[in-house]
């Protein structure tokens, strides 16, 4: 067993988790750069799949880093990840929870509140931009990726619908050889 790489991933994902506001999906730049460019523990190509599975799937979308940890390090990986990932952050929400309350209040806790949404976006629009570029490839995948946001944005729709057509449009854009 890699002890000292299992220590780096849970030192790595911990705090990553530790500074993730706005959920997970704020996480995906940071946790690429890890996974991908600085330990190698897995290729744009297994990122961007386990990064699919894990939106996919019911469940917390912890299950990136839980897929992470178990492609560099196998079970005692998944497991390491997993708790590195739910602990610290757990902690300091019940540290977070109490002092909010005894500080209610207070006018700076309500001004630093209201500047959290624009650094959230901000987050989320990086963690986009990295995951559309390992993971969109060629016209028929910006068409697709396009599309998607474009339908769930403008209209009261599911999601299952263009979920569906764009599985319909990618298996038929490979059938005749569009995608690789």
Do not use: C
Request: hydrophobic residues 60%.
């Amino acid at each position: 067993m890699n002890i000292a790489g299992l220590f780096i991933l849970a030192i790595s994902f911990a705090t990553t988790a530790l500074v993730s506001f706005g959920g997970i999906l704020v996480m995906v730049p940071e946790i690429h750069r890890l996974s991908v460019e600085v330990y190698r523990w897995a290729s744009d190509a297994e990122f961007a799949s386990a990064f699919a599975v894990s939106q996919m799937a019911p469940g917390p979308n912890i299950m990136l880093m839980s897929l992470i940890g178990w492609r560099g390090f196998g079970i005692s990986g998944l497991l390491v990840a997993t708790f590195a990932v739910i602990l610290p952050p757990g902690i300091l929400a019940v540290i977070a929870g109490r002092m909010e309350a005894r500080f209610s209040s207070s006018a700076i806790l309500k001004l630093a509140r209201s500047s959290l949404p624009p650094i959230v976006i901000g987050l989320m629009m990086a963690s986009a931009l990295i995951t559309a570029r390992i993971a969109v490839d060629g016209f028929i995948g910006i068409f697709i990726a396009a599309g998607v946001a474009i339908f769930v944005a403008l209209t009261k729709q599911n999601p299952l619908i263009p979920i569906v057509l764009s599985i319909v449009v990618g298996v038929v854009a490979g059938r005749l050889g569009y995608l690789a």
